[in-house]
């Protein structure tokens, strides 16, 4: 008896049928079923599926002779289900890698609970991918619940295939689908009602494909009638439990909200029809209004006729209106009078013992930026330095010597108009002025691999997002480059052709990599909760930019760490773009949660991260060059490296010059790991050669130099000592 039963219902999907099944299919767990339900599909799914099942003997299809609907199909496919859990997944959606294994290990952990609510994440057709917004709410428990204790639970999108029944509590209670359009609604309150055991899963486990055409719900139909008929059945079904009669108010108010949202829409309901879809829903509401219950303020509505809707829709849209002219007319006068004001103090001096820092676009005191302030502090205290941040969010945590503006503020403005030192390792806002005899230093985020600056321009899809000529004239204030080897000298003079001196300096962040002890990176071992002893495997992936979002996923990573074995633990760091994004909820955080392995992605310096850290594997994050300066092991898993460098630009050949061994597949990358091969002696004659070429400036004291050569005027201190030669072709830029 297999562990999953997917019950899949096709009709006219024969563009998408393939993708879905194949995700089902190709998942790392196999004990599973698919049966399919053509219902009576007129287009070549019926085919499709027939192919399937002829060559994967877990694929059964159910032709139907006439068609019955998506909540019927699905009714005709439960008898043939044999797993311990039912999934319905429809046909145009598909499952995320790696979903069913996370499904399983969390329904092993809660002991088989009646139902498991996972996440989510809409794939639009025009490319994006949004993650649900009320994903918090499946922050995994230890201990399964009811409806009654979590109440919240039912503030989620009640649809059917963001959960897995056990088929045994769906036998038990009877229950079914309904015939017409949102058949999902006297479904799934019945069984999350009724149910006795929930757990939830805190892990993206379907993409929920947003067609630009040829979704039912986007249909313009008299179909969408259908949701009264549909909440009179919830309304029937709680009226035959007493046990669940206090969920009236709750469900009253869900129906009001969910039949107005309909009515708003523009594209559900002909216009000819919207006045009685209003006076239905009207009667509905006064029909099953609880006695005593408070109607909400958006509900009132309802109490009242069509024409007085439409009135107060019309208002509300000419309020917001004239609201939205309102704040474009304030906003206007007071960016006049900020260019007035920053026009009288600009003929002020500057104050030579000012400096201000900000670092990732105002994220926090980090990088280069921060490296340079510790060490003013030390070395020149007579400079106050002020850090710009985003927003309070940032400042929480930081220390009270700390002294901090927020971007945008009249603060903001009275540092940034008088100080001499300006130090950053993102542009600063095009509204900043650059005065005459103050210092733009310009930190960068480290050696270059990817195309920056101008070379975009020759990436028509790296682009997407940039104004590179803004992004030049900005680049314009800057006085001083930073740079950490010769290399990235010649990257950014060719890739923001600007005014400015390259300074040799090393990269201040690498410090602390130089200058670390063992001490340190125990302690942020211990931190993280990495077992005393373990081998730790840092992996830190990039963005892509052939796939909007940046994201794509390269490596199972609950895979990853169990062949890892004992002994070692997997440590994830994401790009900082990624970070906010679908990526950690495609199982990240659930893996961290369980102990599978660390995600490390919040850790506010990177540093401390890499200190921690036995080797790294990484794609093409340019943390391989910081992490060179440890002398540890990098392995590179460059299995898409042709694509990358196709749609972004490489200045560097990994491949031909890598830090360490290369990997072109998930299966070189684990045999690397389990042969010992990592860190043999080909790894580091490799690793040499790399260091040689991106970390000849960096001995540990490049923020000294910084300091000294720009704030103090002091003869800069001697650059490394271990500087090779210039060699003929090794810094030529690479085509791509």
Request: charged share 30%; proline share 6%.
């Amino acid at each position: 008896m297999p562990r999953f039963s997917v019950i899949v219902p096709v009709h006219k999907v024969q563009g998408y049928l393939e993708e879905c099944l194949d995700s089902v299919l190709g998942q790392s767990y196999p004990d599973l079923e698919v049966i399919a339900v053509d219902d009576a599909s007129p287009d070549g799914c019926g085919e499709i599926l027939d192919a399937y099942a002829a060559r994967d003997e877990r694929v059964r299809v159910l032709h139907l002779p006439e068609n019955v609907g998506l909540g019927r199909a699905r009714n005709a496919g439960m008898p043939l289900a044999r797993g311990d859990y039912l999934f319905f997944l429809d046909s145009d959606d598909t499952l995320t890698p790696g979903a069913l294994r996370a499904i399983a290990d969390r329904l092993d952990e809660c002991a088989d609970p009646d139902v498991l609510v996972f996440d989510y994440a809409r794939t639009h057709w025009w490319g994006g991918t949004r993650r649900n917004v009320l994903a918090p709410l499946l922050a995994a428990t230890d201990q399964c619940f009811t409806a009654v204790e979590r109440p919240e639970i039912l503030d989620l999108l009640m649809v059917v295939w963001n959960k897995v029944y056990r088929r045994e509590f769906v036998e038990r209670e009877g229950f079914t689908f309904p015939p017409g359009y949102y058949e999902d609604t006297p479904w799934t309150f019945p069984v999350l009602l009724s149910a006795e055991r929930i757990a939830t899963l805190d892990r993206v486990c379907v993409y929920y494909r947003q067609r630009r055409q040829g979704s039912i719900l986007s249909t313009t139909s008299r179909k969408h009638f259908d949701i009264h008929e549909q909440y009179a059945r919830v309304f029937r079904f709680v009226d035959a439990r007493p046990a669940l009669a206090g969920w009236r108010p709750f469900l009253h108010a869900k129906m009001g909200e969910h039949c107005l949202d309909i009515l708003a829409k523009p594209d559900r309901l002909p216009p000819s029809d919207k006045g009685e879809f209003f006076r239905r829903t009207a009667e509905m509401f006064h029909m099953h209004r609880p006695e005593g219950a408070r109607v909400p303020a958006e509900l009132r509505v309802l109490e009242g006729g069509y024409a007085r809707y439409v009135l107060r829709r019309r208002a509300s849209r000419t309020v917001q209106g004239l609201g939205r002219r309102a704040r474009q007319a304030r906003t206007a006068a007071a960016l006049r009078a900020a260019r007035t004001r920053t026009a009288l103090r600009l003929h002020r001096p500057l104050d030579p013992h000012l400096a201000v820092y900000s670092a990732f676009s105002h994220r926090g005191v980090l990088g280069d930026p921060a490296a340079i302030h510790r060490t003013a502090r030390e070395l020149a205290p007579h400079i106050r330095g002020v850090w710009v941040l985003a927003d309070e969010e940032r400042a929480a945590g930081l220390p009270d010597d700390i002294e901090y503006v927020l971007v945008g503020t009249a603060a903001y403005r009275r540092v940034t108009e008088r100080a001499t030192y300006f130090v950053n390792n993102v542009n600063w806002p095009g509204t900043l002025v650059k005065r005459p005899g103050s210092v733009h230093v310009h930190t960068h985020q480290g050696t270059p691999l990817k195309y920056m600056g101008a070379d975009l321009l020759d990436k028509p899809g790296a682009r997407l997002g940039f104004d590179v000529p803004q992004m030049l004239r900005r680049a314009d204030r800057w006085d001083y480059s930073l740079v950490a080897n010769r290399h990235s000298e010649l990257v950014w003079q060719r890739a923001f052709p600007c005014h400015f001196t390259s300074l040799r300096t090393g990269s201040p962040r690498n410090d602390v990599l130089v200058n670390a002890g063992e001490k340190h990176g125990r302690s942020v071992r211990a931190r993280l909760g990495i077992p005393d002893g373990d081998t730790v495997v840092l992996y830190a992936p990039t963005r892509r930019d052939y796939r909007r979002g940046g994201l794509v996923e390269r490596i199972d990573l609950a895979r990853f760490a169990a062949d890892l074995g004992e002994g070692r633990t997997l440590v994830v760091r994401l790009h900082p773009s990624l970070a906010d994004g679908p990526a950690r909820g495609l199982g990240l955080s659930e893996l961290h949660r369980r102990g599978v392995l660390v995600d490390a992605t919040d850790e506010p310096h990177v540093e401390d991260v890499m200190l921690a850290s036995d080797v790294l594997v990484t794609d093409y994050s340019s943390l391989m060059f910081d992490y060179a300066n440890l002398d540890r092991p990098i392995v590179l898993h460059a299995d898409d490296w042709d694509a990358y460098r196709a749609s972004r630009g490489a200045y560097v050949d990994l491949t031909a010059e890598p830090p360490g061994h290369v990997a072109r597949s998930y299966r070189e990358l684990a045999w690397l790991f389990d042969s010992g091969t990592w860190r043999d002696e080909e790894a580091d004659r490799l690793r040499s050669a790399f260091r040689d070429r991106f970390c000849e400036f960096d001995d540990g004291r490049a923020a000294e130099r910084v300091v000294r050569a720009l704030m103090l005027n002091e003869p800069e201190p001697g650059v490394p000592a271990r500087v090779p030669s210039p060699r003929t072709g090794r810094d030529l830029l690479i085509p791509s």
